[in-house]
């Protein structure tokens, strides 16, 4: 196996979560197909950037069989409320600290992806590919493709963590290694992957 030298980063669940301890249960399950195997298709057609913020508004509402104001209301609370998780930025910077070239592989909506690029831990990635941006989604192999081609790497020394095992899977289809990461319990994982890396 050759030796790791960039490791590519999912965002949500892996470096971006929302904090359930600061939300009521109707809002958390508003959300809940975040944690189905795949998502409701307007949602894998918002991240793939063909679906409008307004027109996923209404899907959401269609979904949730509630109001359109309420669909708004959830859905830029769900934006504004993503926080770094602590382990995960810790790992990060000593990754970048040790030499490591550290990059994005996302499916994320436009304004999803326009909060995240502000918080601090997001200046420490070398390079990113956005699905919103690309048209294509995770598990496409072209996204991972895009990546490679895009900043000269070779898939063998190319380390990809996701908390979604489809997207693992692709990624090892074309030939780089990965982690599978468990979104519940962040702190375990970051600690298996400093052991693995650090």
Same mark, same amino acid.
């Given at each position: 196996?050759?030796?790791?030298? %960039?490791?590519?980063?999912?965002?949500?669940?892996?470096?971006?979560?929302?904090?359930?301890?600061?939300? +009521?249960?109707?809002?958390?399950?508003?959300?809940?197909?975040?944690?189905?195997?795949?998502?409701? &298709?307007?949602?894998?057609?918002?991240?793939?950037?063909?679906? $409008?913020? &307004?027109?996923?508004? *209404?899907? /959401?509402?269609? @979904?949730?069989?509630?109001?359109?104001? *309420?669909?708004?209301?959830?859905?830029?609370?769900?934006?504004?409320?993503? +926080?770094?998780?602590?382990?995960?930025?810790? /790992?990060?910077?000593?990754?970048?600290?040790?030499?490591?070239? *550290? @990059?994005?592989?996302? %499916?994320?909506?436009? !304004?999803?992806?326009?909060?995240? =690029?502000?918080? !601090?831990?997001?200046? %420490?990635?070398?390079?990113?590919?956005? $699905?919103?941006?690309?048209?294509?989604?995770?598990?496409?192999? !072209?996204?991972?493709?895009?990546?490679? $081609?895009?900043?000269? /790497?070779?898939?063998?020394?190319?380390?990809?963590?996701?908390?979604?095992?489809?997207?693992?899977?692709?990624?090892?289809? &074309?030939?780089?290694?990965? @982690?599978?990461?468990?979104? =519940?319990?962040?702190?375990?994982?970051?600690? &298996?992957?400093?052991?693995? *890396?650090?």
């Amino acid at each position: 196996m050759e030796k790791i030298k %960039n490791v590519v980063f999912d965002l949500g669940g892996v470096v971006f979560a929302r904090d359930p301890r600061k939300f +009521e249960p109707e809002f958390i399950k508003f959300f809940s197909y975040i944690l189905l195997p795949k998502m409701p &298709e307007f949602w894998e057609e918002y991240d793939r950037g063909v679906v $409008s913020y &307004e027109e996923v508004i *209404l899907a /959401l509402a269609a @979904y949730n069989s509630c109001d359109v104001e *309420l669909a708004r209301k959830n859905l830029e609370r769900s934006i504004l409320t993503q +926080e770094q998780l602590p382990t995960t930025k810790a /790992l990060i910077e000593a990754l970048k600290a040790s030499g490591y070239r *550290l @990059y994005v592989l996302s %499916n994320m909506s436009k !304004e999803f992806i326009e909060f995240l =690029r502000k918080q !601090e831990v997001y200046a %420490n990635f070398d390079g990113e590919v956005v $699905s919103c941006e690309e048209h294509i989604i995770k598990p496409d192999a !072209e996204i991972y493709r895009t990546l490679i $081609s895009r900043y000269g /790497l070779n898939p063998a020394e190319t380390l990809f963590i996701d908390d979604r095992k489809a997207n693992i899977e692709a990624a090892i289809a &074309e030939g780089w290694q990965g @982690y599978h990461f468990d979104a =519940r319990d962040p702190k375990a994982s970051c600690e &298996e992957l400093r052991a693995m *890396l650090l």
